[in-house]
């Protein structure tokens, strides 16, 4: 992958579970944090300091003592489309990533799609940030309060598309306009990384389950602010 990007360390830890190849990680990271990831599978791409195990294993005392803050990213499938379509049932790691991250007492931040049991979350969309050409809606639940920075538009943009049945076929480009990673958007990997706000490291498997770092360097940076001391504690 390039160089990593510059930033300003704010001395704060977290740990990513779920991490993948590093997505939400890197949005911390841009936050300001020193990340460290957890994956049950191995992830050669990852791009900071790296632990393969299943989170099941993981001790919330062990959280407690070294990180910050907790971040989570419990794998999908049982909520997502692929669910519905094809009625397969799959494990759901939600109620054990909670129970986990509330045990360490520690700030957390728990990331799913659409329809996933998460509690009072707060929803993010590509529309929302400046240079994103994606829309990936993704919900957020925390113990801190956490806000939007800016309203979610009624009516999305048009995405890119090779689908000759769509009535925009032809009319967009994956370089200027909106592209749907996944599914029938088929745009290319680099114009897919492009779109995300630069995942040149991933995979394109990988940048199908990714959040764009966006994301995750605002929620990061509300959850550096929550950690901050005080004056009269400073």
Known sequence: MSELPRRVPNGLTVIDLCCKQGGSSMGYYLAGFDVVGVDREPQPRYPFPFIQADLRDLDSDWLAQNFDAVAGSPPCWAHSDLAHRTGREYEDFIPETRALVEASGLPYVIENVEGAPLQTPL?????????????????????????????????????????????????????????????????????????????????????NQAVPPAYTRWIGQQLAEHLAPTPAAA
């Open 123 to 207: 929803i993010l969309c590509g529309t929302m940030f400046d240079g994103l050409r994606v829309s990936r809606h993704r919900l957020f639940e925390s113990n801190i309060p956490l806000t939007v920075p800016r309203p979610c538009p009624k009516r999305h943009p048009l995405h890119y598309t090779l689908d000759k049945r769509k009535a925009h076929y032809g009319r967009l480009d994956q370089w200027r306009d909106f592209v749907q990673v996944t599914g029938g958007g088929n745009c290319s990997r680099a114009a897919a990384s492009d779109a995300m706000g630069g995942l040149d490291w991933m995979t394109k498997d990988g940048m």
